[in-house]
């Protein structure tokens, strides 16, 4: 059946200029996977009747089962265009959102892609996605509109409506081309215009050119447009396609007008005077029919029309014109389906319109472009012109993908995968050479005649039964009876601990240089560093790779086994030229997820992917049976490494946790896990709902919209009072919530106020939480005096804007000065928390580090500086309501008093503890459990009773533990006491929601929106359709089992999208209780009917075991039917 061998493609592979790998992309259900079969067809791999029922590349049981694709996977192919041959490696994507991780990991290893868009539902949220993944990455796209068949069957459009139809589907993704074009080109105008206030020398002069820019770009190749033949029109399902060039080679000859100019005119608004064989533009007023609907849609719409009406004559006519041969089985055939399928994929192939495509305007890997290459070599903020000479050299090799021997070896492995053992190629039984099975076959006999010898009296039909058994069988089966001595004739048997196992294929693709069997290797981790590397190793280094001295990050290896995929099968290789899309074996104690590997170490690795979605949706998973923990904990690292997105992690609580992207992929990793990886059965927790806590304003509005009048801003005030009454005593607060509170041995004094963060501000913290990552670590090594590599420019560039950004929308009078003052970001240093210390002893500040070094007061109040920062780190972690993080909360540590006379003896002390911690050997100097061994050791308790001197008096403070561990608790207290003082609110993540409706099912849709506390932001008629575009938020805790719900009560017409957006303030008070009468009624004594908030927190402190103030027994005394009540 196959029509190619191994070895053909092994040759094609050679050829590196008609190499082209692609992958398809689109909306989930677009037809992606219908596509693929009908290419895959094209190959003989499957048979024509088969293509777009088979799924040919969703090889996993529960793709077929649910009918979507969750992997990405890729095969080879083989096209002929004229005398050229071409190798396509093609890669199948999913198109679900929860999947979309799988789509970076596809796109990475590919220089063109197919964008599929279904003709009816036009550009929807996911195309938009993908286009811009593909933008993103640099990779060029063709268009593929396919379901065309939809227009005639479905929506009955004529074929006049179908062109206006298909004209506007093709402006909207040019709209959004062009958006992604415009950023791009005003995002490296901007980058210029940096580059040229950091250099202001580099160009010589220092005027600005306005006009380079978007005048200036080049953006005629970007467009979809069918007259450039980058746009084919296609029905997967029924096996056609074409692009207009075909129409324009026919009609050139039947017409007789020149090809160039029916290629330029068949799509547009042009119009065909046959008589004069003219080509005029459209005038509206005649009513004349556009070329592309005349000469190409009239006879596809009236193929159909005869076909689905039965008209047997006319069908016999079209076929004839055509010079079609349909077989009889077809012709005869009952399902209109068919003897559409047979007739147009003779007459429009729909494999040859796309491949001619992708062979045509697809890049070949020798086209890749430098800005691609530069852009792969460069992680984080690094610019190219920064990077190591040998490191910049490699850029050449990318460049030329040469396959000289000479050339380094590049491979990025963008995905590991799993596969059942026992389907590698080596561990499969291998076919037979026809002299084997000869010999088997004569064995067996021998076998039988030796048998049948001693026992005579056997049935005499049993040696026709076998024989007829052998000569069938084409791999020389053996007969059943004969299973002991099979071993020894199988020349290669299967091992046996291989039966069960997983084993991880590399998906990967060779940029540069040959990849052979056996090759030694360095595989360079996401965040390993050239430039450590040639730190550490002298230049041109000639020891064997095994005795490079130890560098962080990477790794050698041999590349054991490389495979070419072939969709459900791999084809062992020995070698792949670059270039190529390969799979490589061997790798999975090397390799997590993705890697660099390369055989020069000055190469650096590979930017990250990019992934869009989020992993959100997170539950706890423990084995029914408690001693299977080890199987699960295996069967979790297992299927960490085989998903590129999802997340595994062992909570404080000792809870083994799963991250993933949305229901779909939980769903799909849980089977996983249970089927593949561990094997066991495991039950799952609720899905665990994250949370924020924060602060608000206080109300300036009451419940019933008034103002706050005088006198109730005393009743507020009233109850400010009565909440601030829930703090212990010794704490002192004012009205204004400023929290004040001293170490348990009175030496320190802490004042501290929580403030709600505008909401701008904690976007734009959540935003550059990397850049501030990379400024406390660049603090940190300045702090401990290490030798650091210069910051960038272009760095110190961001850290600067993102500063002009917080003073931007931190104005008036509270704020002022109030940026400079940032002392630190919580929680983990860089969340969306901010310190801010006004205290006027002490100054320290995210920007410029702690000033007034000479001072030396100041440097006593540095010493203990960690200790208030940790306690704030503390407090954002986890906030009071339910021990969830804190979001968009300022806490401003107004005051901070050390008691002057004792505070020497306390860093005196402070440093004595550390200097026994040192040589205690104990690293963690903050730790107050450590503090309090130290202290126990010494066992110094008694001695300050007897002098009540200055040292004496700070020992005295020993029995409350070390004074850096009593400010680290203080200051947590103090920030969570503020944030009590204040309006709490909880946070709840939210879901962006795309759901496509048609408008009879509306009204359930937003019936099932509004109970799970859906939101719609907007509401769109797709043209020409009844279809609604409906865009929503929806809190993620009411997200579970939303799309079953939302298909179930639509009878699956609507099917929506969930995508991670943002994390918005639930607005009800979690504490809120009924004061008034009027309330009582309203709400009810518990007032729980309508408390959201309270809901959450309380399920949240259930779950973490906290205490819930909860009234258990209701109605004591008698039982009361409450509807009856209400
Ligand atoms: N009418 C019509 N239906 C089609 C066509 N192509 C695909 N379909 C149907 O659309 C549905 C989805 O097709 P798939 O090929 O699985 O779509 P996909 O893009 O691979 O979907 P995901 O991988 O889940 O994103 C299937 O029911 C197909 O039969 C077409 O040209 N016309
Ligand atoms: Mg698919």
Known sequence: MVLNSVDKMIQLQKNTANIRNICVLAHVDHGKTTLADCLISSNGIISSRLAGKLRYMDSREDEQVRGITMKSSAISLHYAKGIEEYLINLIDSPGHVDFSSEVSTAVRICDGCIIVVDAVEGVCPQTQAVLRQAWLENIRPVLVINKIDRLIVELKFTPQEAYSHLKNILEQINALTGTLFTSKVLEERAEREIESRVNPNSEGDQVYDWSTGLEDADDSQLYFSPEQGNVVFTSAIDGWGFGIEHFARIYSQKIGIKKEVLLKTLWGDYYINMKAKKIMKVDQAKGKKPLFVQLILENIWSLYDAVLKKDKEKIDKIVTSLGLKIGAREARHSDPKVQINAICSQWLPISHAVLAMVCQKLPSPLDITSERVEKLMCTGSQA???????????KAAFMKCSSEDTAPVIIFVSKMFAVDAKALPQ???RPLTQEEIAQRREHARQRHAEKLAASQGQAPQEPTQDRGTLETSPQGEEPKGD???????????VPREDSNQEAFIAFARVFSGVARRGKKIFVLGPKYSPVEFLQRVPLGFSAPLEDLPPVPHMACCTLENLYLLMGRELEELEEVPPGNVLGIGGLQDFVLKSATLCSLPSCPPFIPLSFEATPIVRVAVEPKHPSEMPQLMKGMKLLNQA?????ILIQETGEHVLVTAGEVHLQRCLDDLRERFAKIHISVSEPIIPFR????KPPKVDMVNEEIGRQQKVAVIHQTKEEQSKIPEGIQVDSDGLITITTPNKLATLSVRAIPLPEEITQILEENSDLIRSMELLTSSLNEGRNTQMIHQKTQEKIWEFKRKLELHLTGRKWRNTVDHIWSFGPRKCGPNILVSRSEDFQNSVWTGPAGRESKEASRFRDFGNSIVSGFQLATLSGPMCEEPLMGVCFVLEKWDLNKSEEQGASDQQSQEHSNLVEGGQGEDESPHSGDETQE?????????????????????????PFSGQLIATMKEACRYALQVKPQRLMAAMYTCDIMATSDVLGRVYAVLSKREGRVLQEEMKEGTDMFIIKAVLPVAESFGFADEIRKRTSGLASPQLVFSHWEVIPSDPFWVPTTEEEYLHFGEKADSENQARKYMNAVRKRKGLYVEEKIVEHAEKQRTLSKNK
Request: hydrophobic residues 20%; aromatic residues 4%; charged residues 25%.
């Open 384 to 394: 190219f012109d920064s990077l190591p000479p040998e490191t910049q050299a490699l």
């Open 427 to 429: 561990n499969k039984p």
């Open 483 to 493: 299973e002991p001595d099979m071993t020894s004739v199988n020349p290669e048997p």
């Open 643 to 647: 998903d590129p997105c999802v997340q």
């Open 693 to 696: 806590e924060t602060i608000t």
């Open 937 to 961: 050791q010494e066992g110094g308790c008694p001695e300050p009773l007897e002098k009540p001197s200055q040292k004496g008096e700070s020992l005295v403070t020993d029995c409350y533990g």
